[in-house]
């Protein structure tokens, strides 16, 4: 075997000639030790919120809207198609959603929220697929068109003196509410979980509160978002379709000169994401049981920093919306008790980052690791609680700091953002 053809064997084999790959009883550990450290982090700190089924059952939902905006994220740009316009795809969802909503039942708000979504997806797609627009260019024009739509029209639809929409509880803010969306309970089960985790015990309780909260009240669009994570890892890395796609993303001049059609895969992408976005923000609608302006509330631009997070695979970008659910779950419901037990295990993950820094002779950077968690023990040591803004603030900071500590251990696809015109490798 040559040397060229047992170089680019290392490069095609993931976990050969470079980085260790991360394998399943790896991934199970590391969940594990996770399991543990949030044990002994609720048993120091004696905050029992920290690992409720209430918490969680909170957290998954705030993460089903991220999830799905990083998904999105992760389809436009596997085909090289950048799209920071997630969160004005979001708002076109959360407004579709609501239109619909009120008038034909939440079923309705969450197909109408999936056509909203894509057609901001489609204006992405043309400009910048058909017309070479930059793509940072299109998706700040499609947040900025998108969130002049949904307040000229909710103003137009909503806020119409004696308009059956006013009249049913609406106005230019918001939509008129809508009825429930089904939730499902496993009986038995969830009862018992809710009893293990009232005693206490360390792990047991900890681990019952966390599965409680999957077999609880869960919402059936949170089984449909779970089933979408599923699909486009089969439909992504398992399919024929999804290598084509994928090769729109790394080298299309390549996937030109094989016969795909890189414009209708980059269409695709596009719609596809902004159709999962559009799906984002109708969960939000339907949560609460209407639209509301700003009802995003950033959480477009969340969903792309997860799916950079999750270095752009479904697996990481589900973890990702899970830590940012649970950030933003956190100071919706607990505030600032349970933001102050968690400067102590951001001391403690800071410590263990500055002996590995150390390990790596990468003294500063170890330096600077180890003074943080200095710091942030005697500022839990010092006080009680945490100011309401920082609170307010943590689901963002949690953004910056994941994407500080990652960054360079991620891989964007080769031509992400690149301009394509048919022919041109010609």
Known sequence: MSTDLKTATKLAVPGRGGKRKLTYPWILLIIAVGLVAVSVLRAVTGTADLTSTGQFGAAL??????????????????????????????????FAAGWAGWEHGPWAAAAAGIIGGALGGLVHAIATVTFGVDHIVSGVAVN??????????AMLWYGQEGSAAMLAGGNDKQSPPMPDMPTFTVPGLSDWLTSLEGHHWFLVSDIAGILGAAVTNVSW???LTLGLFIGTFYALWRSSFGL????????????ESLGVNVYSYKYAAVLVSGALAGLGGAFLSIGVHFYQDGQTGGRGYIGLATMIFGNWRPGGVAMGAGLFGFMDAMQLRSGGPTVHALLLGLAA?????????????????????????????????LADTVPLELVEA?????????????????????????????????
């Open 61 to 94: 939902s705030a993460a089903v809207p991220i999830g799905l905006a990083g998904l999105g994220g992760l389809w436009s740009e596997r085909a090289g198609v950048v799209n920071i316009g997630l969160e004005g795809m979001m708002m076109l969802g959360s």
């Open 349 to 381: 993950l800071l410590a263990v980052l500055a002996l590995f820094r150390l390990r790596a002779a990468k003294r500063t950077q170890a330096v600077v690791a180890g003074i943080a968690a200095a710091v942030l023990v005697i500022w839990y040591a």
């Open 244 to 255: 084509r796609l994928r090769s729109c993303g790394e080298a299309p001049l390549s996937a």
């Open 221 to 223: 669009l949170t089984l």
């Open 144 to 153: 900025i068109l998108a969130l002049g739509t949904t307040q000229y029209l």
């Open 394 to 426: 943590s689901p963002y900071i949690a953004t910056l700091l994941v994407l500080a500590l990652f960054s360079q251990r991620l891989r964007p696809p080769k031509a992400n953002g690149k301009p394509y015109r048919r022919g041109q490798g010609t």
